[in-house]
């Protein structure tokens, strides 16, 4: 079983509509990042989380350190947020940066 | 700041060479990675470092070595390349957390290799 867990793996819905990708892991973990790949390959990080919630823009993310749960949120999703967005936990002790397998997100017009 | 500087960005390598990639950050930051992501698959750790001096091993170490000498640099070493070594490799580079919890991950741009 991977330490990080994503889901959906694919994710297609209309321009406008609020999206929710959820990531779960069953490590503990120092912080977590919530990244986005383009289709082009680069990868940009969105957010690092260690507790609460963060916003930019129109993408907010949660983490529930409880429940080992964190969320990504788009809101007013347009064609050009289309990508794979990526989990990732920084696992306490080791501090290795782990990855979950990653949401397809498509946005049609 | 440059961020995470990796090259090369493009390789072909026959079978049985050797490469090097570089991968330089000037961040100061003191943990930092290499990642390979095959073709429609999530990115698989294959080195890992928190400071100059210290790397272990991660999910996939098999056929590759790697230095930390200085904080900046952290090259990857692929000896004897195989087919199987075919992918697209990223360096990242993150603080130690709680130095600065506003900071995100920082990646390079990518190599992609291909093993003939």
């Known amino acids: 079983k991977n330490e990080v867990e994503q889901s959906p793996q694919n994710l297609t819905a209309q321009e406008g509509e609020f999206i929710t990708i959820n990531c779960s892991y069953s490590?503990?973990?120092?912080?977590l990042h919530w990244l986005q790949q383009h289709p082009g390959g680069g990868i940009v990080s969105l957010f690092m989380?260690?507790?609460g919630k963060k916003k930019h823009g129109r993408l907010i993310a949660t983490i529930n350190i409880q429940e080992k749960h964190s969320s990504l949120h788009i809101t007013a999703s347009h064609p050009r947020d289309s990508a794979v967005y990526i989990c990732a936990v920084l696992i306490q002790g080791a501090q290795k940066l782990v990855f979950g397998q990653g949401t397809r997100l498509t946005i049609n017009p | 700041n440059a961020g995470v500087t990796q090259t090369p960005k493009f390789r072909i390598l026959k079978i049985g060479q050797s490469m090097t990639l570089q991968c330089a950050q000037d961040m100061n930051h003191n943990y930092m990675y290499w990642y390979r992501q095959d073709p429609g698959m999530g990115l698989k750790l294959i080195y890992y470092?928190?400071?100059?001096?210290?790397?272990d091993k991660g999910e996939v170490p098999n056929g590759y070595n790697v230095s930390r000498s200085t904080t900046e640099d952290f090259p990857l070493r692929l000896e004897l390349a195989a087919p199987s070594q075919t992918s697209v490799y990223f360096c990242a580079s993150t603080p130690r957390p709680g130095m600065d919890m506003n900071t995100e991950a920082f990646f390079g741009q990518g190599t992609r290799l291909t093993v003939v």
């Open positions: 989380l260690s507790s």
């Open positions: 470092s928190v400071g100059a001096g210290i790397t």
């Open positions: 490590v503990g973990i120092s912080a």
